[in-house]
């Protein structure tokens, strides 16, 4: 009995190194720690601003405007910022990035508590705080590849990084919706505004290898032109990004819809708005750690369109839902669902992209997940007004829906020209094959 005890804490021991493996590299653990305080106050923002919009407007519209006003910089920006990302020091990108996006939370929190904010302020600010995030998230996302000692872990650090977006998404719109409830919005912008002094502090503390600055030979246009014509002519690539685009322009928008479906359909307030989102980030956050305890990225390739496919499902099946609990379980099948999608995307194409390439391809990432969804949100709002948010939201997972079975059909397609990419880049099949696994591969038993 002794013993089998002890082998079970064994065991427990080592499935809890292989999930925080990535947490070994110090640079990594010093963003985490920072990363996770600041997403905190992110989310209370985020879910203060729908409410305030909806609360000062009472439009469904106008929540889609916010939302379109917060996100279109990404679609506009991103590429350049990407190609950006793999000319400058990524660290003092996001450094600067982190300080900016701190001012607009302290200017949105001074407008709010002096009771000052006008609906023009929080899309002018919206549109601030999005031209910021255009620029950090490609440098944060192809930054991590320097921030981690040991490559083999990359695929962990983005499941991990996953997970802690999730995670902070279970803490922060609850603590929201108490703190809208009690004081109002404003405390919850001041309180984002404070958490970014976390992460700067982290990306101050890094000791990150100087790297020499890559010559520039050739023009911006030309190196944008250079990762759009990689990523279009190799086909996993294409695939990917164009899935994601499809769910991020017509199923991540159901989020701005909440508000009314939290008002108006569950007759709740703050605090039920709070736990919806909650209950995304926690299917969510269950997604990310199931990811992050895998031990190689093998089989990821199949797990894209069953995440997307069950995302779709979910959203369309909360669009008839009229009891809270049941939009509960369902939210939960959502998140679950889009995360492991997004994660699955992004372990692949950080996996197969070559490394002078990688800003780009990352900013094409950020362009048809962030990028896609203001006009998403734009849309939802606009028919949601004339159709209605049922309709609206019933429409939009059936759609992703689709586009998992299209993505399903032309896997085996995929696999095809995966292989030869994986073997030029000397990687063991076992432990980065992506798309397929190591039995497809038909790889000798001695090289798996």
Not at 116 to 127: C, F, K, N, Y
């Amino acid at each position: 009995m002794v013993m089998q005890s002890g082998s079970y804490m064994e065991k427990a021991s080592e499935r809890m190194r292989l999930l925080m493996r990535a947490l070994q590299s110090r640079n990594y653990r010093l963003f985490f720690g920072g990363q996770t305080l600041s997403l905190i106050g992110t989310w209370m923002q985020q879910v203060a601003m729908s409410w305030l919009v909806y609360r000062l407007t009472g439009s469904a519209l106008l929540l889609g405007v916010v939302g379109f006003a917060s996100q279109v910089p990404s679609f506009l920006l991103s590429p350049v910022a990407g190609v950006l990302a793999d000319r400058w020091n990524k660290r003092r990108v996001l450094l600067w990035t982190q300080s900016l996006s701190m001012l607009q939370a302290g200017v949105l929190a001074v407008l709010v508590l002096a009771d000052l904010v006008q609906v023009w302020h929080i899309v002018a600010l919206s549109l601030v705080l999005g031209t910021v995030n255009a620029f950090d998230i490609p440098a944060r996302q192809s930054f991590l590849i320097e921030m981690i000692e040991k490559r083999e872990d990359l695929g962990n650090a983005i499941a991990l990084n996953s997970s802690m977006v999730n995670g902070t998404r279970l803490i922060g719109p609850s603590l929201a919706g108490i703190l809208i409830a009690a004081f109002g919005e404003g405390i919850c912008f001041l309180l984002n505004a404070a958490s970014y002094l976390a992460v700067i502090a982290a990306l101050l503390a890094m000791r990150v290898e100087k790297k020499a600055a890559r010559a520039v030979e050739t023009s911006v246009l030309h190196e944008l032109r250079e990762g759009f014509t990689y990523a279009y002519n190799f086909p996993p690539i294409r695939s990917i990004l164009l899935l994601l685009a499809l769910v991020s322009l017509m199923g991540v928008p159901y989020t701005v819809l909440l508000p009314v479906f939290a008002r108006d359909i569950l007759h709740g307030g703050a605090n039920t708005f709070g736990f919806l989102m909650a209950a995304a980030g926690l299917g969510a956050f269950v997604s990310a750690i199931l990811l992050a305890s895998r031990k190689s990225v093998v089989g990821l390739g199949k797990i894209i369109p069953l995440a997307a496919g069950l995302f779709g499902i979910a959203v369309a099946a909360f669009s008839f839902s009229r009891s809270l609990w049941l939009s509960l379980l369902l939210l939960f099948l959502a998140g679950l669902g889009m995360m492991a999608q997004i994660a699955s995307s992004n372990t692949i194409l950080q996996t197969v992209v070559d490394d002078d390439k990688r800003g780009r391809v990352m900013s094409l990432f950020t362009m048809a997940f962030m990028g896609m969804a203001p006009f998403g949100s734009l849309l939802a709002g606009a028919l949601a007004s004339r159709i209605g948010v049922t309709a609206t939201m019933f429409l939009g997972g059936s759609l992703c829906f689709a586009g998992s079975l299209v993505f399903a059909r032309n896997l085996r397609s995929l696999r095809e020209h995966i292989i030869p990419v994986y073997r030029q880049k000397g990687i063991i099949p076992e432990v980065a094959t992506g798309i397929q696994t190591a039995t497809e591969l038909a790889v000798p038993p001695e090289e798996q």
